[in-house]
T-cell receptor, first 115, second 116 residues
Framework: AQKITQTQPGMFVQEKEAVTLDCTYD???????LFWYKQPSSGEMIFLIY??????QNATEGRYSLNFQKARKSANLVISASQLGDSAMYFC????????????FGSGTRLSIRP | GAVVSQHPSRVICKSGTSVKIECRSL??????MFWYRQFPKQSLMLMAT?????????EQGVEKDKFLINHASLTLSTLTVTSAHPEDSSFYIC????????????FGSGTRLTVV
C-alpha cells in the first residue's frame, strides 16, 4: 500500500522568503514517482514538479525544487522567493508502477504568503 | 499542451436525481482516466480508474452502483452520480494520463456538485 503524509495543515510565510513544505511517503514499489501540485481557490490542479525514485539529482523547476531524501522517504518542496500568488493549497502525491499508474495525494498544506 | 475539458463546472441538483459529469480529452487520446472526489479543505480521494472500453476499477469503499463511470471512447469519460443525496455534494475532478512521460497527467478543471 502507498501512503503520503503532509504534517503541516497550514503555513504563513513572509513575501520573498523561502518556504519548505514537508512530505513523507511510504510504498513497497521499487520504482515510484513523486509530484507536487498547487491548487488555488479556483480548484484547478497545477503541476509543479516531479521526481522519479531513480533520478540521481533533485528536481528543480524555476523557483521550485524538490528535496528528495530516499532513505528518509521524504520529498519536501522548497519554494524560493515566495510571492503573493503562491498562496494556495499544495499537495504532495505519488504514483507507483505496479498500481495502474494511479496517483494518490497527501492531505495538503495551505500556504499563505504575507505581504 | 494536453487539455482535459470537464463539464459542468458547477451543478446544483435536487436530491434523488442523477447528475452526469463529462471529461473530454481535447487533443490527445486518454486511454486511462482517473476520477477523484474532494471535500472542502480536504485532499483528493481517488474514486476509480477507468480504461477505454472496459469496466472501471473502483477504490475500496466507493459504491460502484452510485458512481457510474463510462469510458466508451478514447476522448470521453463520464461520471454519473445516481440518486444524489446532500452527502454527495463535493468537488469532483478527473485526470488523464498523457503521453509517455512518467509525470504526464492532466487534470480537468473540476465540477462542484451541490445536492439540495
Amino acid at each position: 500500500a502507498q501512503k503520503i503524509t503532509q504534517t503541516q495543515p497550514g503555513m504563513f510565510v513572509q513575501e520573498k522568503e523561502a518556504v519548505t513544505l514537508d512530505c513523507t511517503y511510504d510504498t513497497s514499489d521499487p520504482s515510484y514517482g513523486l509530484f507536487w501540485y498547487k491548487q488555488p481557490s479556483s480548484g484547478e490542479m497545477i503541476f509543479l514538479i516531479y521526481q522519479g525514485s531513480y533520478d540521481q539529482q533533485n528536481a528543480t523547476e524555476g523557483r521550485y525544487s524538490l528535496n528528495f531524501q530516499k532513505a528518509r522517504k521524504s520529498a519536501n518542496l522548497v519554494i524560493s522567493a515566495s510571492q503573493l500568488g503562491d498562496s494556495a493549497m499544495y499537495f504532495c502525491a505519488m504514483r507507483g508502477y505496479s498500481s495502474a499508474s494511479k496517483i494518490i495525494f497527501g492531505s495538503g498544506t495551505r500556504l499563505s504568503i504575507r505581504p | 499542451g494536453a487539455v482535459v475539458s470537464q463539464h459542468p463546472s458547477r451543478v446544483i441538483c435536487k436530491s434523488g436525481t442523477s447528475v452526469k459529469i463529462e471529461c473530454r480529452s481535447l487533443d490527445f487520446q486518454a486511454t486511462t482516466m482517473f476520477w477523484y472526489r474532494q471535500f472542502p479543505k480536504q485532499s483528493l480521494m481517488l474514486m476509480a480508474t477507468s480504461n477505454e472500453g472496459s469496466k472501471a476499477t473502483y477504490e475500496q469503499g466507493v459504491e460502484k452502483d452510485k458512481f457510474l463511470i463510462n469510458h466508451a471512447s478514447l476522448t470521453l469519460s463520464t461520471l454519473t452520480v445516481t440518486s444524489a443525496h446532500p452527502e454527495d455534494s463535493s468537488f469532483y475532478i478527473c485526470s488523464a494520463r498523457t503521453g509517455g512521460m512518467d509525470y504526464g497527467y492532466t487534470f480537468g478543471s473540476g465540477t462542484r456538485l451541490t445536492v439540495v
